[in-house]
């Protein structure tokens, strides 16, 4: 069974940084593409970058494209997600997911995780 640990969250004040980490325990990457997502209060959960395990390759979201990095180690099973010049409206709990790769559809295996809470304050 495919379970996400998500951790790194907490409050920063805007232009600050965190760093995510999603481990993921009953499955090991193998060239599949795993998703860090975010879900604000009142609002649908979205995407925000993606990453293919084998290559690295990467696609991110517009509005979070130039601030985020994501990566992994695939020999600890973790995927990260380097949040730099957060802003408020980056408020959310933060999840990772595996996904299809080319797009943001989760795959039938994936169960979402319990998440990491960011808070930035202005």
């Known amino acids: 069974q495919v379970q996400h640990v998500e951790s790194g969250g907490g409050s920063v004040q805007a232009g600050g940084s965190r760093r995510l980490s999603c481990t993921t325990s009953?499955?090991?990457?193998?060239?599949?593409?795993v998703g860090w997502f975010r879900q604000a209060p009142g609002k649908e959960r979205e995407a925000v970058a993606v990453?293919?395990?084998?290559?690295?390759?990467?696609y991110y979201d517009p509005s979070v494209k130039g601030r985020f990095t994501i990566s992994r180690d695939v020999a600890k099973n973790t995927v990260y997600l380097q949040m730099n010049l957060l802003k408020p409206e980056d408020t959310a709990m933060y999840y990772c997911?595996?996904?299809?790769?080319?797009?943001?559809?989760?795959?039938?295996?994936?169960?979402w995780g319990q998440g990491t809470q960011v808070t930035v304050s202005s």
């Open positions: 009953g499955y090991i990457y193998d060239r599949d593409c």
């Open positions: 997911s595996l996904v299809r790769c080319g797009t943001y559809n989760t795959t039938a295996n994936n169960a």
């Open positions: 990453i293919y395990t084998g290559t690295g390759v990467t």
